[in-house]
């Protein structure tokens, strides 16, 4: 495996391996097979497939198997074989999966939500399917009975679901922007905590429980990365993209994290650094350069006989200011700003062209992209959307390592 990867031409950008086509409608989920050349599909056309890479080099569909109502996501645990698919109407329905991959039998249905499920994990050790719906909740069910254990409610719609295996912690994103941190336990759950950053819905979570970090993406462009086990409170932002997150992978072997957008864009963010944390903007009633008064002061626009102005913050120091004396862009990937933001004119001045370097890459995945994921030890990614391509990617080249043996070519 390790020769296999060194051995193919090394390129900054990740290569295309193959094209999967085939389904009538949104693909709304995508996940490869581990140690096998294939990937299983499930899509608003109401059909989940597995599909084989055959000698020609082409994937085609060794199961089809078609839902009562449109598929909205998917778990798969390999070691079980197990296929746990969501839908439109609220149900998770089980399936087991031949070894061979040609077959699949169904195993039992989870009355899990009221309306469509957004995101499902299976626990083997507990033997639960936690999800999350667009009825505003987060459900745990027993897969041996299949009887609801528990639920808790939310103020909007739960998108999306990271759960921590050891701690039994479940982490919530919603519509809000609110990402809600749970301690789930056998017939109930307590709520920990609650993160605000976001100023758009929750789209994308990643936990990695290793170095106990949190990644976020959102409709708001950006990405924040919650420090949960170690500097509390601590965030770092990355915006990067020019459109909502719609999945994030953190690689832990090489600190690296691979965020994927709805216009096609793929980010690969180098995490192994000492990024700076983005002020908190601070809030004043004139601009704290030239002291011009805000537009909403109206004691000091009459007593200085002066017309208010617009209230900016400089995305470096996180002042209050006019248009005046911030007047300057400038890119700051250290704080996360790979394109130009609003500075002052100070920071603008203390900004030197080496701390401009990027330090992200960005590829264009030339479709929709709605969902991802990764096989980390293969480097493999699989994406799709809704243009109903799901593309298979050799991400080895940019993620700058063979992973699966651990070198680093940095």
Known sequence: MAAEIHSRPQSSRPVLLSKVEGHQDVVSAALLIPKEDGVITASEDRTIRVWLKRDSGQYWPSIYHTMSSPCSA??????????????????????????????????????????????????????????????????????????????????????????????????????????????????????ITTLKGHEGSITSLWWDPVQRLLFSGASDHSIIMWDIGGRKGRTLLLQGHHDKVQAICYIQLTRQLVSCSADGGIAV???????????????????QKCEQPFFWNIKQMWDTKTLGLRQHHCRKCGQAVCGKCSTKRSSYPIMGFEFQVRVCDSCFESIKDEDRTSLA??????????????????????????????????????????????????
């Open 74 to 191: 998917m778990a798969y645990h390999h070691d079980s074989r197990r296929i746990f698919v969501g839908q439109d109407n609220g149900a998770i329905m089980e399936f087991h999966v031949s070894e061979d991959f040609n077959k699949m039998n169904f195993v039992k249905t989870y009355p899990a939500h009221q309306n469509r499920v957004s995101a499902i994990i299976f626990c083997l050790t507990s033997e639960w399917v936690i999800s999350t719906g667009h009825d505003k909740c987060i459900s745990w069910m027993c897969t041996r009975s299949g009887s609801m254990l528990g639920r808790h409610y939310f103020t909007s719609w739960a998108s999306c679901l990271q759960y921590d295996y050891e701690t039994r912690h479940a982490f919530v994103g919603d519509y809000s922007g609110q990402i809600t941190l749970l301690k789930l336990e056998q017939n109930t759950c307590s709520v």
């Open 269 to 287: 963010w180098n995490m192994d650094i000492s990024r700076e944390e983005a002020p908190q903007w601070l809030e004043s009633d004139s601009c």
């Open 361 to 410: 890459t960005f590829h264009e995945g030339k479709h929709n992209i709605s969902h991802m994921s990764m096989d980390i030890s293969r480097g493999l990614m699989v994406t799709c959307g809704s243009d109903r391509i799901v593309k298979i990617w050799d991400m080895t080249p940019v993620v700058g390592c063979s992973l699966a043996t651990g070198f680093s070519s940095r």
